[in-house]
């Protein structure tokens, strides 16, 4: 993968996203989303990464990350990616590049970013018209933090005390439009 100008530090929070090549899906089959999330628990452990937040669309993810390695994007991020993209690529008979280009990390700054990108990222799913409530997307976090599924993957610890529960933060993702999303969160789609 390319030099990256601005490289991935320990004990910062990253907004990583990618899409398909030409905007296709990188999920195909129940099966797809169901190896990506595997995939994530096996490499995403805890003395690496603590994952805070993620969706997966049919062309593209969303990952909020907490990285504590200097080593992330080798012993995670490479591999991770990797496994998946030969994965695919075996089960659906073709070559080359899945993701359009290297992945995107950007920094989150602020405790405020942090929370608009949490909204924005569980979210997804409903600005996208797949479903009308994000507690109904199960490839999504948003599901772990309302309790309706326990994961380990995902530490919902800082985003809930920061939103005093999830009564409150319920309310802060579903009482938002997309025009308020987009208004206050700038995201290279």
Not at 37 to 43: E, G, R, S
Not at 163 to 168: A, E, S
């Amino acid at each position: 993968m390319p030099y990256r100008k601005s490289p991935i530090q320990i004990d910062h929070i990253y907004h990583l996203y990618n899409r398909g090549v030409d905007k296709n899906n990188i999920f195909f089959h129940k099966s797809d989303w169901e190896y990506f999330t595997l995939k994530m628990h096996h490499y995403f452990k805890p003395e690496h990464v603590s994952v805070l937040a993620y969706c997966l669309m049919p062309n593209h993810y969303h990952l909020l990350v907490d990285v504590h390695t200097d080593q992330f994007i080798t012993k995670v991020l490479h591999p991770f990616f990797a496994s998946y993209v030969i994965s695919v690529n075996k089960y659906k008979n073709r070559v080359g590049p899945l993701f359009q280009g290297p992945y995107k990390a950007k920094e989150v700054d602020s405790e405020q970013s942090l929370l608009h990108l949490s909204r924005y990222i569980h979210r997804n799913p409903v600005e996208a018209g797949i479903v009308s409530d994000p507690i109904d997307w199960s490839y999504s976090s948003y599901p772990i933090y309302s309790g309706k599924k326990d994961d380990a993957l995902v530490n919902t610890e800082l985003i809930l005390s920061l939103m005093g529960g999830f009564t409150n933060y319920e309310k802060f993702v579903l009482e938002y439009s997309k025009y308020e999303l987009d208004r206050n969160l700038t995201i290279d789609r």
